[in-house]
Nanobody, 119 residues
Framework: QVQLVESGGGLVQAGGSLRLSCAAS?????????MGWFRQAPGKERGFVAT????????VYVDSVKGRFTISRDNAKKMVFLQMNDLKPEDTAVYYC???????????WGQGTQVTVSS
């Protein structure tokens, strides 16, 4: 099992940048987990943003953030990051860090961090 805590959200103007962090804790080695970022805008379902493989050799993004967002991880520090550049008002959402150690759905979730982008 793993516990996840996000940080780094806030209010930013359109075109600005934010870096989200997610700290993991627990007995299972961090490298056991594929990590992901999801987001939920008001009135919408939670949706996929990005994922990174256990060894950080592979990353996948939703089309709407490609070229603007970068997911990364530091396995030694048990951290995963989401660098968000050129933010747009439509990026406004609660962002969640997630982990899974099997194929299928993500099993573990953080509490979320709010990102608000003003126009």
């Amino acid at each position: 099992q793993v516990q996840l805590v996000e940080s780094g959200g806030g209010l930013v103007q359109a075109g600005g940048s934010l870096r989200l962090s997610c700290a993991a804790s627990g007995r299972t080695p961090f490298t056991s987990y594929r990590m992901g970022w999801f987001r939920q805008a008001p009135g919408k379902e939670r949706g996929f943003v990005a994922t990174i493989s256990r060894s950080a050799t592979n990353a996948v993004y939703v089309d709407s953030v490609k070229g603007r967002f970068t997911i990364s991880r530091d396995n030694a520090k048990k951290m995963v990051f989401l660098q968000m550049n050129d933010l747009k008002p439509e990026d406004t959402a609660v962002y969640y860090c997630a982990a899974k150690d099997t194929y299928g759905a993500y099993q573990y979730w953080g509490q979320g961090t709010q990102v608000t982008v003003s126009s």
